[in-house]
């Protein structure tokens, strides 16, 4: 059932690539004893999922994945553990079991998964999407999603507020 | 093996390593952290379907965009509490949060 | 020829139930009051037990019979009824009458007693057991007072439960006579299944074993014989069966009284007497009962002898009484077993309320450490000495009278019977005149302070002491009426000279010899023990019969018990345990999974989740 003929055209070339860089970073970052290390290396995985985008030609989306996951959130998350203490990394006891059940568990997932993706059938041929998508995505966003994306907005709104208000630290009453 | 499939395994792969992150990983940040992988995994594949999927449209591509500023808004929000919680307990290890018990 | 009396027969047992149920429902707080209802009860039982009797010697020789149907099980009907016949008529009396001495003498001897109260409860259940028993007219509801007397014995004679030796007498008393039971049971079903329609009552028993004959194969009669006396030798203490009655004694001595004289060991010999066809049925039942009796009577009276303990000697010598009983069933005459059993609850119970008297007095059973009692206690004395020489079979007492009728029997019968018949008549001579001499005559052993028993007590003894003196002339051997009366047969009387003279001389010699060696000291009360000490041990261990028992019966059945525990305590209860550890364990774990830890909850959602998806992807391959 496995048919791996696969002819070697630029783009699988890219697509493995790419592929690969993004398991690296994530498998690198699960690895990694230092925050730091981990939050960069995911990065790393954003920027090869970014070019996984473009691949597919998302250029738009593949913009916004650099922009917010690899320029704010990673910040963000460098920036909270800065905020916080990491002195005690390394020496952390042990947890056997639940490393074992959850590297089960989650292999198990991944062969219901392969297995599901395996048996499905997809079309063969790739649709031909606009190629200015930039400009779909656009028209799409302000006629007919309008409403979800201002909903968005708001929520984005809300949660940095959110956010604001309680990371600041407590006034002192003196 | 369709295109397809590949862009699917590799999601699949990212996004079991990012459980594993999540239910193993003790700094709190990192687990955030493992959460925005598992979230790119989807992301990667609702992309992948909006281009090779059975009714390929760029609606796939406008959901990754609000799954994005979702995330983005989780991850705030989620520092945010980090910070106050260990400014409160001097600790970011998930393992020492047990209040679910109390 | 009137009924009048007899057709209210019923209320006999009826008071000293009501009176025990009036005692049960106000429980201690009676007291006094409690002690004077169950006397009263028995009272009135007494007075309306002698009108019947009465208007039986009057002359109704018609037996008054009334049955209602108790149970009506397809084609079947079980009946319950009763029936009043001259034997039960005298057998009301008996009983009511002894009761009645033991419900008074109680009065004084419980007086500071804390449960008094439920002591009379229980005696007035036990009375009444017993005459629902003498009336029963089938042998259904006689077994059901049957078993009721036995339980009221176990509650009496375990009364002071405190006790240790109590509770286990009481057991033992229980579960001895249980045995027995059994074999009565057995004879009840196999006379249900053999009678022509399931009759059981005892009309039908003597219709069918007696007149008719042949109805039932000579074997089965045999087995159902042997069966119910196998009951009898349980209730009455024939030997196998007799360990339980000397260690009855730990109850309190009125209720050894009522025991021995009236009600529990009397239950055999009227069980047998009552179905005394089928023994006649049977030649080799018969055989048996007169062999066991007549073995019973002699074993018994010589550990009589040896023993010290002043109700264990009466006790031996209800058993060995009982024997005489059981002999003269066995021969052939129930009128000189009841004659015997009538004369014997009299001076037993005589016997034993002065024995009661006297423990009252000295507060120690050991005849040996008692002594010169005669002069300070010259009621007691006086009517103990009276009830002595009875069972001792002295003229004119009713003792020898009624021993005299059944050896006579015994002789018609067999010469060998008739010889074990007079050497135990002569060992019982012996130990009762060792018994009265050691407590009553010489000088005191115990520092004195000893007295009289209040009248309480003494009016029962004076009673009972004036019945002993007369009740022996209902029946000589120059005047049958009593036998005629009974049996309704015109007895031919035989009554041999011969065995009045060999029983008068025996009694004598035996009173004569314990005088010489206990009074007049000219014999050493050592020469038998110094010269056979292993008979005087085997003597006073009573043959070893409850060492070999022990060995035989309670350690095998101790042992098994053992194993039966330890199945229960590992394989039983161990499953029970595991049980509760099983769930105790599964909860632990169930605490370690809700540690409070986010990661470890969501690591469940995971496996909960492969798991779901791996039953559905299961589910395209079967």
């Not at chain 1, 041929?125 to 907005?153: C, H, M, R, W």
């Not at chain 2, 989780?74 to 919680?85: F, Y």
């Amino acid at each position: 059932m496995f048919n791996f003929n696969i002819e070697f055209t630029g783009e699988f070339v890219a697509f493995f690539l790419l592929a690969v860089c993004a398991i690296v970073g994530a498998v690198l970052a699960i690895n990694f004893t230092k925050v730091v290390h981990m939050a960069l290396s995911l990065a790393f995985t954003f920027i090869s999922l970014a070019g996984l985008y473009v691949l597919l030609g998302a250029e738009f989306v593949a913009f916004v994945q650099v922009l917010l996951y690899v320029g704010a959130i990673t910040i963000l998350m460098i920036f909270g553990i800065m905020m916080t203490k990491h002195d005690g990394e390394g020496q952390e006891p042990a947890r056997p079991l639940l490393e074992t059940l959850a590297a089960i568990g989650c292999l198990c997932l991944f062969g219901i998964l392969f297995y599901g993706i395996r048996s499905a059938e997809f079309p063969a041929e790739a649709a031909s999407l606009p190629a200015d998508n930039t400009l779909e995505i656009g028209k799409l966003l302000f006629t007919q999603y309008a409403i979800p994306f201002e909903l968005v907005s708001v929520l984005l709104t809300v949660a940095f507020i959110g956010a604001v208000a309680l990371a600041k630290r407590e006034e002192d009453p003196q | 093996m369709t295109i397809l499939s590949s862009y699917l395994t590799l999601a699949a792969v990212l996004f079991c390593v990012g459980l594993y992150g999540v239910l193993t990983k003790r700094n709190a940040i990192i687990v955030l952290l493992s959460v925005e992988l598992m979230l790119n995994a989807v992301n990667l594949n609702l992309i992948a379907f909006s281009k090779y999927g059975v009714n390929p449209s760029l609606a796939g591509q406008i959901f990754t965009l609000f799954t994005i500023t979702v995330a983005a808004a989780e991850a705030a929000v989620g520092v945010a509490i980090l910070v106050v919680l260990y400014r409160s307990r001097a600790t970011v290890n998930v393992d020492e949060f047990d209040e679910l018990r109390r | 020829m009137s009924t009048f009396f007899a057709e209210y027969a019923w209320l006999v047992p009826l008071f000293p139930l009501i009176a025990f149920a009036i005692l049960t429902a106000t429980g201690r707080g009676a007291k006094r009051a409690g002690a004077w209802i169950g006397t009263a009860a028995t009272f009135l039982s007494l007075v309306l037990s002698i009108c019947i009797a009465v208007e039986r010697l009057s002359g109704t020789s018609t037996d008054y019979i009334r049955q209602i149907d108790w149970l009506q099980v397809g084609e079947m009907t079980l009946t319950a009824g009763f029936e009043v016949t001259n034997l039960t008529s005298l057998m009301l009396v008996v009983v009511t009458l002894v009761s009645f001495l033991v419900n008074l003498y109680s009065q004084g001897y419980m007086r500071e007693d804390d449960r008094i109260s439920t002591f009379f409860a229980y005696v007035a259940l036990f009375t009444s057991s017993m005459l629902g028993l003498v009336l029963s007219d089938n042998l259904l509801t006689f077994y059901i007072f049957w078993e009721l007397v036995g339980v009221c014995s176990f509650l009496l004679v375990g009364f002071w439960y405190q006790k240790p030796e109590a509770k286990a007498a009481a057991k033992k008393a229980f579960i001895v006579t249980r045995i027995g039971d059994l074999g009565l049971f057995i004879a009840l079903l196999l006379l249900f299944w053999y009678m022509p329609g399931n009759a059981l009552d005892f009309s039908s028993i003597h219709n069918v074993f007696g007149t008719q004959g042949g109805v039932i194969a000579t074997g089965i009669t045999t087995l159902i014989a042997l069966l119910i006396f196998v009951g009898a030798v349980g209730k009455s203490g024939q030997f196998p069966l007799h360990v339980w009655l000397p260690d009855a004694m730990e109850g309190p001595t009125p209720i050894s009284a009522l025991i021995h004289a009236a009600t529990m060991v009397a239950a055999g010999v009227f069980l047998v007497a009552r179905t005394f066809p089928v023994f006649e049925a049977s030649p080799a039942a018969m055989t048996t009962v007169a062999i066991v009796g007549a073995f019973t009577a002699i074993f018994a009276a010589t550990i009589g002898i040896a023993q010290n303990d002043i109700k264990r000697i009466l006790a031996y010598s209800t058993i060995s009484q009982l024997g005489y009983m059981m002999l003269a069933l066995g021969v052939g005459s129930v009128t000189a077993a009841m004659f015997h059993l009538f004369t014997h609850a009299f001076f037993k119970a005589l016997l034993f309320l002065g024995a009661g008297s006297v423990i009252h007095s000295v507060h120690t059973q050991d005849i040996r450490e008692m002594g010169g009692l005669g002069s300070r206690m010259k009621i007691t004395a006086w009517t103990f000495g009276i009830g002595a020489l009875a069972l001792s079979g002295i003229p004119p007492f009713a003792g020898f009278w009624s021993k005299d009728a059944v050896l006579t029997e015994a002789l018609n019968k067999s010469p060998i019977l008739f010889i074990v018949g007079v050497v135990a008549a002569f060992f019982t001579a012996l130990y009762m005149a060792r018994l009265y001499f050691l407590v009553f005559a010489g000088k005191p052993r115990q520092d004195g302070h000893a007295h009289e028993s209040p009248p309480v007590m003494t009016i029962p003894l004076i009673v009972l002491a004036v019945l002993s003196l007369f009740a022996g002339f209902v029946e000589t051997p120059f005047n049958g009426w009593f036998g005629e009366w009974l049996t309704g047969e015109t007895a031919d009387h035989h009554g041999s000279g011969l065995v009045m003279v060999v029983s008068v001389a025996v009694g004598l010699l035996g009173v004569y010899l314990g005088w010489l060696i206990y009074v007049k000291g000219t014999i050493s009360r050592d020469i038998v023990s110094s010269r056979m000490p292993g008979l005087v041990m085997v003597l006073e261990r009573k043959y070893y019969i409850d060492e070999l028992y022990h060995l035989i019966f309670v350690k095998p059945l101790y042992a098994a018990g053992k194993l039966l525990e330890a199945f229960d305590e590992y394989v039983v209860d161990g499953a029970v345990r595991l049980t509760g550890r099983a769930a105790n364990a599964l909860g632990r774990l169930n605490t370690r999974l809700q540690n409070g830890q986010v990661q470890s909850y969501a690591l469940t959602a995971l496996i909960g989740i492969v798991i779901l998806l791996l039953a559905i992807a299961g589910r395209r391959f079967w």
